[in-house]
């Protein structure tokens, strides 16, 4: 079958199954928005858990994080997963003790306040239309590519899409979903990077792919037999590419630390451990979502190098118009297609720039990543399998695997944000009717949809953009809840004052440096000044507690209540 056929036919099947699996779950109070039946196995529950951490971060954009970053994007592999180990032993036992559905509502509680819930509120709400403009913008590209479509077109039909999925109910049935989504996304990750894996290594496991040697000489500079990574390097080198980035070694801690403290308090990722009917079944619940998490994590090295590696045999010094109409043979007789270079120009993911004007594909030509072929990182997951010619049911499969990975993730934020707005704001502190609130919660997420696709961070990438997200949630979150359950002597007003600051602070140095393009504090990157943001909340919070009034007697019962699990 030829391979738009095949596309349709696997997006179309994937979707229909976790659509259909929505529909019947459907979700029939308020309760199921934020929990599902305390019926899943542990193992069922990690894999719904691994979906949402996953999103299209994990799928689209990490695999190109090395071109933005160079050996510093390690910072992000390490922040991702340090920060779900973390938020699994530190934070979720204690939450779940609590039995509180959600951070503004234990916020409410701890500090017997409700300025502090409704801040909490806003931050959640602000974090979770961050994150969702990045899945967005890669449900954009996978649209883009599936329908050869310009990205804007493709991001507006994604939207629309998004938008029905995310109406149809709550957490109970994106659980269920969520089970046949993982499995979609883990044969779709996993089974091209195998292929790859066995094309250009002595290996078959990705993994281990880093440790293993090359299968035939590469570039006419590396020989048969030589260990990956030392001929990653060399191609490296040929290419003049500098691997080491802008990324200095503060920026690279800076970076870590906010990502492992955003990621620990991630509210989407909080609820979803509310499955489990106990502490106990909670923990394993976070042991299998990491096993589930680091299968696909584990690889990612081996990708970075296989990627590089992959883009140089098949298209470096091939005449461009005889690439493209499929003239071009491998060492093997078999066609080296090229026809996904003018798909993809299409799009406007990748652009081929002639500088010597002699119709040949120079990689080392230019100042693009690769020479005359400038590639978004964003496109690198999904353009692997084109480029090297793989069976078009795998160039199908990861598609259907990128779409079912943004489309949980996405739909899970939404239906945060709704349950959020409707049941903690509308609800409990505005006291709306329930008429009114429906209507009212419905048409906030509408335009939080919108505002999000329109939402624009120059020159940054699904990963980067995501990575914003993180560091506001670092900034404020996690102080107050780490302090609320470890420190009994943080007061509503340390904790109001800490979150503020945090949340002050972080939001002015991103704008700036933003839409600003001014990096100020020793050239910090914006990725990274969460972490300094925590530590500004911790200090105001420890200080104003210390020198105002002591917590109620019953909020002391409550914190011993929570850490004796």
Known sequence: MELQSLIYLFVGVSFTIYFGLALWTRATSTKDFYIAKNTFHPIFGGASIAVDFISAVTFISLSGAFLSYGYGSIAYIIGLIGGFVLLSTLIIPYLHKAQFLSIPSFFEKRYYSKSIKVISIFIVVLISFIYISAQLKGVGIIFSRIFQLDLTTGLLLGMCITLIYAFIGGMRNMAYAQIAQYIIILFAFMTPAIFLTIQFTTTFLPQLAIFSKTSFALSNTVQEGTHLLLAFEQVLDDLGFI????????????????????????????????????????????????????????????????????????????????????EIKTQDNKINSGKWLTIWQNIGLVKFEDNNQNGIIDLKSGENNFGELNINPDAIALLNTEIANLPNWIIALVLAGALAATLSTITGLILLIKTTISYELLEQSLKINKINKVLLSKLIIIIIIVLATLFYIPNFTILQTVAVAFTICAATIFPTLFLGIFYKKTNKQGAIFGILTGLIFTLIYSIIYLYMNENFIFNIRVEGIGFLGAIFNFIVTIIVSKFTSKPPKDIDEFVDFIRLT
């Open 243 to 326: 691997p080491n980035s802008d990324l200095n070694l503060l920026n690279t801690v800076l970076i870590t630390m906010s990502l492992i403290l955003g990621v620990a308090c991630l509210p989407h990722i909080i609820i979803k451990f509310f499955s489990n009917p106990t502490v106990k079944s909670a923990r394993k619940s976070a042991f299998w979502a990491l096993v589930f998490i680091s299968v696909i994590y584990t690889s990612m090295l081996s990708i970075f190098a296989i990627s590089t590696l992959n883009i140089v045999e098949n298209t470096n010094n091939i005449e461009y118009e005889a690439f493209i109409n499929d």
